[in-house]
Structures are given as structure tokens and as C-alpha cells.
């Protein structure tokens, strides 16, 4: 059986590229990771320790292959040749041949339509490369940014939750956005 998410193509655009994470990222991943503006909105962070981006590599990335999905990618300025932040395909979607997107970047490269083009290439590569068939996003509805990115490729808003995000220094209680992108809305969109 054809594993294609074993073998990532490298995408370029502008002066950025979308290549498979390795280990040898996480002192990038480190930097922007510990910000704390960076990763309000995350699940995870700020790191406190380098250790912290290795782990999460070695632990959370690497290790997706077992689930059926892709490392994931890590978002490169090619003319520094450094880790800017990453997106992937994190989770699957129960009874559908789907996935869930979650992207982060660093600070210093946001409001510049990176991430709305890293992202137009991974649901490219999702739907046309490995063959899924719907995308899910989610984000707090405080994350403003984020929403105008989803929004830009065509997902649509879906459901909202409650949610309580516990992090190390705070508590956010928020409404949680749900999107979804299906194949044939996308090609019939193109």
C-alpha cells in the first residue's frame, strides 16, 4: 500500500519553503516557542527550557508516521535558512478520510502573508498529494489572525465551543471556532 506521507514534497514560495521538520530545528522551534505572545493561543508553551522543542520533535512530530500522517513541516526562510514556525496535519478525523491543521510562526515574520500562503499549499498538497477529503481548523475566537488566515483559503465556520485553555501562568476561558474545508468545495473554487 502507497504511503505518500512517508515522502513530503519541499515546497517553495517567495523566499520561504515548507520542508519536513528534522531534530536539528529545535533551536529554532526554541526561539519563537518561548515567546509568549507567539503561543497564547496554543495548547503548548511558552518552552521555559531548549530541552522542551527537542522533546517536542522527537516526541509529538516525529513519531506521526505510527498515526498515518506526516511529520509535518517546518516553515524555512530560505535566505537565512532558519525554522520561522511550522504547519501540519496534527489529527485525524474520525470516520472520514480527513484531517486537522495547526500552524504557529514566529513573531517577527507576522502580517506578512506567510502564513496564508504556507497554508493554501498544505491543504494543496492535502487534498491533491495525499488524497484527504475535508480539513478542520480551530481557533479561540481572541486569536483575530489566525481567523483572518482560515478564512482567506475558503474554510468555513462550522460550530462553536466553549473552551477553557489552562496554561502555566493563566486560565482563558474562550469560544472555540470550528472550520471546515471539504475537497470538492475547494476544486470547485480553484
Wanted: contains cysteine.
Amino acid at each position: 500500500m502507497k504511503k505518500p506521507y512517508k515522502k513530503m514534497p519541499v515546497i517553495y514560495f517567495d523566499d520561504y519553503c515548507l520542508r519536513t521538520i528534522k531534530k536539528s530545528d529545535a533551536n529554532d522551534m526554541f526561539e519563537y516557542g518561548k515567546d509568549k505572545e507567539v503561543t497564547q493561543f496554543l495548547n503548548w508553551g511558552p518552552f521555559i527550557l531548549p530541552i522542551e522543542a527537542k522533546k517536542s520533535i522527537t516526541r509529538i512530530y516525529l513519531p506521526r508516521h505510527k498515526e498515518g500522517l506526516p511529520i509535518g513541516y517546518s516553515i524555512i526562510d530560505v535566505k537565512k535558512s532558519k525554522m520561522i514556525g511550522t504547519i501540519d496535519f496534527h489529527s485525524k478525523i474520525k470516520n472520514i478520510n480527513g484531517v486537522e491543521i495547526g500552524f504557529v510562526l514566529h513573531k517577527d515574520y507576522w502580517n506578512k502573508g506567510i502564513m496564508t500562503n504556507a497554508l493554501k499549499r498544505m491543504v494543496d498538497i492535502g487534498f491533491d498529494y495525499l488524497g484527504y477529503e475535508k480539513m478542520t481548523m480551530k481557533h479561540l475566537k481572541q486569536n483575530i489572525a489566525s481567523q483572518k488566515v482560515i478564512e482567506k483559503i475558503g474554510f468555513k465556520l462550522i460550530k462553536t465551543n466553549i473552551y477553557i485553555l489552562e496554561k502555566r501562568d493563566q486560565v482563558i476561558k474562550d469560544e472555540l471556532l470550528i472550520y471546515e474545508l471539504l475537497r470538492e468545495d475547494y476544486h470547485g473554487n480553484q
